[in-house]
């Protein structure tokens, strides 16, 4: 029987959602779809021919028996819907960040547990064969002990508009935006070590920019706003440190002035340093320097690479393969990103419990 699916908030990536569902054929059926912006949602349900429309999410779970969802709201909803979506007894893929703050986060932790269902986080950047390389290449040896990592999402002139902004609506800035995907996925490829304490800051000097967004590229939100709040950060940094050690050195900005927009993650080992955006390896060979380029084709491919996370959470409801993303390493980020917003307050390093 093919599993019966509802998208939750049908704007920008509820397409990416959407390709992820019509690749599974007929193991899946999309067969609803709910935005508070009916239009939106009807127009949504037109493009993909879902028969059931709604504006809001407690009357699609009431009226469908469905057995999954997707959660492709802006943050401040994601609690809200994934909790009513678990409640009604149904496994959810919610969209990164995993919430607001890890209060809430926890609070969908708890209602997982409670229903017995799956709850798998929308870490994309887990499921690139850049990843899978990287992960292989600590573990055949190749980089010896890791002790210190960079994460880099810097964007000169790169806003996203709508509601990216408004702190009440997205939670943060870049780092709640951007920094979420590199620091989950350096903490994924060094073994998911656990973080113990954060020194951060963040600032907010070019705000949004609006003179020049035009020419910043990446993620442009669907959802028009005619004037939009800008009352996050611009920039953060932070330096999180972990249980065994390890450091991981945080970058990400929605506008800064520096010539190339960055995204990297480079880790540092005792045998080899490796850069994701190079595909090098930094070492030494027979006392000499030595960087050794790896030529084979590991890119992070955002639509094929979006189709195996639906894939993989349509496994692992199923029981076919473990879930890559789960609610407890959303939970952990959510730790880390409430740390660096706090350390960035006052001034002062935050330890995590
Ligand atoms: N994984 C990625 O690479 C990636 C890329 C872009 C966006 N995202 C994430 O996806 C989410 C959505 O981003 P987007 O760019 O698609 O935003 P968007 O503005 O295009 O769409 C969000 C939609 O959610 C709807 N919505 C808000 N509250 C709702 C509720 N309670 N019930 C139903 N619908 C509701 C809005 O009306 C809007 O249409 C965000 O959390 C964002 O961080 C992830």
């Known amino acids: 029987m093919a599993l019966k699916v509802g998208i939750i908030g049908n704007g920008g990536i509820a397409n990416s959602h959407m390709y992820g569902y019509q690749d599974l054929g007929d193991r899946v059926e999309v067969v609803a779809c ?14 993909y021919s879902i028969p059931n429309v709604y504006d809001n999410c407690y009357d699609m779970l ?44 926890l609070k969908m932790e708890e209602a997982a547990k409670k229903a017995g269902k799956l709850l798998m986080l929308g870490f994309v ?16 040896g190749d980089i ?21 902004g408004n702190k009440a609506l997205s939670g943060g800035g870049p780092l ?15 073994g998911c070590p656990k973080p113990v304490s954060v020194y951060g800051a963040t600032f907010d000097k070019l705000g949004a920019r609006d003179s020049i967004r035009a020419g910043g590229g990446g993620w442009i939100s669907e959802t028009v706003v ?4 800008f009352d996050v950060e611009d920039l953060a940094v932070a330096m999180i440190r972990f249980d065994n050690g390890a450091v991981l050195q945080v970058e990400t900005s929605f506008n800064l002035n520096l010539k190339n927009g960055v995204g990297d993650i480079e880790i540092f080992g005792t045998k080899a340093g490796f850069s994701m955006e190079q595909f090098e390896l930094h070492t030494e060979k027979d006392h000499e320097l030595a960087d050794i380029q ?12 979006f189709k195996r996370e639906v894939k993989n959470f349509a496994d692992a409801v199923e029981g076919i393969a473990p879930c890559m993303a789960p609610a407890e390493d959303g939970v952990t980020l959510m730790k880390i990103l409430d740390a ?8 002062k390093s935050v330890d995590i419990l």
């Open 34 to 47: 709910c935005d508070i912006n009916f239009d939106k949602a009807k127009e949504f349900a037109a493009r």
């Open 176 to 190: 709640i935006d951007l920094g979420v995907h590199v620091i989950d996925l350096t903490r994924y490829i060094m």
């Open 62 to 105: 009431r009226e469908n028996a469905l057995d999954i969802v997707s959660v492709c709201t802006w943050n401040a909803a994601h609690c809200e819907c994934t909790v009513a979506a678990l409640n009604a007894g149904v496994n959810v893929l919610c969209e990164k960040p995993m919430a607001m703050n890890a209060a809430e986060a």
């Open 226 to 229: 005619d004037k939009p709040v």
């Open 294 to 305: 790896l030529k084979g084709d590991h890119r992070f491919v955002f639509d094929r690479d």
């Open 125 to 140: 950047r887990r499921q690139g064969d850049d990843a899978a390389r990287a992960i292989e290449l600590i573990k055949n």
């Open 144 to 164: 010896g002990e890791v002790y210190y990592a960079k994460a880099t999402y810097l964007r000169r002139a790169g806003f996203p508009g709508g509601w990216f």
């Open 340 to 347: 660096v917003y706090l350390s960035a307050a006052t001034g």
